[in-house]
């Protein structure tokens, strides 16, 4: 995913209001832009760092500039904007590398499923019968060494677990996929200290035959790529 032109920067004042955050610009201007993050943001939002954001042409569009990503104390960049996963995760899947998902034929985005309807992320198919549905997560909280999911309680996330679970009952193959965007994340776990109900789901719905890949991304302002795989840890 290449981002042309390059990616805008500034510092970040401040993020309210759930989807805005003021940034002041080198040349003393401030301005407000979206940030497309529904999640609490948990150890992402350092004021006073380098914060990159994207700008839309589109006149219809409040806030021109979007929040894209956000530059650690450490030095670490994270991914802001939740939705780049799923681009980022067709890419890598298209490219050939996530190697658990090769061989499909076809691949489709937002296919309507489940008994709870939902709409999986990816809808991965081969000829009439092998059908792989893939729940795609974005991860970006680092505590100590390790990555974790989710950085807030997530009845939407617990209700994705019980929607692979029935695929798997059903005979076909589910995959839950985290991209991490954050590049300070070496391995990924549930996060049972934030919410210990989607941790129990998701070791049943390990159990259960629901396959989990954690895929880790490179970020900068330029462009963002999936590059490797990193360890799922129960």
């Known amino acids: 995913m290449q981002f ?4 805008e920067s500034g510092r970040l004042l401040q ?15 401030q301005i407000t832009i979206h940030c497309p993050n529904t999640g609490s943001m948990k150890n992402c939002l350092f004021p006073g760092e ?4 994207s ?3 589109n006149p219809k569009r409040k806030y021109a500039c979007t929040w894209e990503l956000m530059q650690t104390p450490t030095g670490d960049l994270i991914g802001i904007n939740t939705g780049r996963a799923n681009q980022l995760a067709e890419e890598a899947i298209n490219a050939g590398i996530i190697t658990e998902l090769l061989g499909y034929q076809q691949l489709k985005r937002e296919v309507c499923y489940g008994v709870e ?3 999986i992320d990816i809808h ?11 729940e795609v997560k974005s991860a970006t909280l680092l505590e100590g060494d390790r990555g974790y999911f989710p950085d807030a309680v997530t009845q939407r996330g ?3 677990l019980r929607e692979l679970m029935q695929v798997v009952k059903n005979g076909q193959r589910a995959v839950l996929l985290f991209i991490v965007q954050h590049t300070g994340i070496k391995n990924v776990a549930a996060a049972a200290h934030i919410d210990k109900d989607y941790a129990d789901l998701l070791n049943e719905a390990i159990a259960a035959g629901v396959e989990v890949l ?14 490797q795989a990193v360890p799922f840890i129960r």
Do not use: I
């Not at 042309?4 to 990616?7: F, H």
């Not at 991965?124 to 893939?134: H, I, Y």
């Open 4 to 7: 042309e032109p390059p990616l």
């Open 15 to 29: 993020r309210y209001k759930r989807f805005l955050a003021d940034v002041a610009l080198a040349n003393g201007e």
């Open 50 to 53: 380098q914060v990159w954001f």
């Open 55 to 57: 700008r839309s042409d």
């Open 117 to 119: 309807r939902s709409r």
């Open 124 to 134: 991965l198919t081969q000829g009439v019968e092998a059908d792989c549905f893939v």
């Open 158 to 160: 617990q209700k994705h």
């Open 214 to 227: 954690a895929y880790r991304s490179e970020l900068n302002c330029n462009e963002f790529k999936v590059t």
